[in-house]
């Protein structure tokens, strides 16, 4: 996976390797190990990690230095708060929030009683997968006033818990509205 990922990137060192998902098959500790050679080779940066469990975190950084944990955070989604988040800061481990937006739901044009399409990834979001938790997420949305996704993003930079939000946008005026909120 590296020597692919050097080749799309054209380079020969990536600064943050992240692993995404913890592979079953394989031991923690292998993975862990082969990314700390990787860094000692300066072949990598730092590593990262996705979609751990705090057990997982812990066992990681007990087989080489953890830069960052990349995880589901938005204003609708705050699972991470409970145990990752302090777990985060008390490892000074940087916290990158994927799905900033809610899949898009916390950028206003989402209304009641949408349905993702066959190939829209969000159908297994159970913030669209279900009409209730949708008018739910709906309610807190327009919470938001005018401006939500400017809002919602605003939420996540003044947790101080945050180092980066992946962001997704398709049109120009998300982008301006999304800087707006770092300004």
């Known amino acids: ?18 692993i995404h998902w913890p592979d079953p098959s394989t031991p923690l500790r292998e993975t862990m190990e082969t990314l700390l050679e990787l860094k000692s080779a300066g072949a990598i940066g730092e590593i990262g990690v996705c979609n751990l469990s705090p057990g997982q975190i812990e066992e990681a950084c007990s087989y080489a230095p953890v830069a960052s944990y990349q995880g589901l955070y938005n204003y609708l989604q705050r699972e991470v708060e409970d145990e990752i988040l ?3 800061a008390e490892r000074k481990i940087a916290f ?15 209304r009641e ?6 190939g829209d990834v969000r159908r297994f979001n159970p913030l669209f997968n279900d009409e209730n ?15 939500p ?5 605003r939420f ?19 982008l301006e509205e999304n800087l707006s909120a770092l300004s």
Do not use: W
């Open 1 to 18: 996976s590296f020597e692919a990922s050097c080749g799309r990137l054209k380079s020969d060192r990536i600064d943050l390797y992240q």
């Open 86 to 88: 302090p777990l985060c």
């Open 96 to 110: 990158l929030s994927y799905s900033s937006l809610a899949q898009g739901l916390l950028g206003g044009d989402c």
């Open 113 to 118: 009683g949408y349905v993702p399409t066959r």
């Open 133 to 147: 938790n949708l008018s739910r997420s709906l309610e807190e949305v327009s919470r938001l006033g005018k401006r």
């Open 149 to 153: 996704a400017r809002e919602a993003l």
């Open 156 to 174: 996540l930079s003044d947790t101080g818990r945050v180092s980066s939000m992946l962001v997704s946008m398709t049109k120009r005026k998300h």
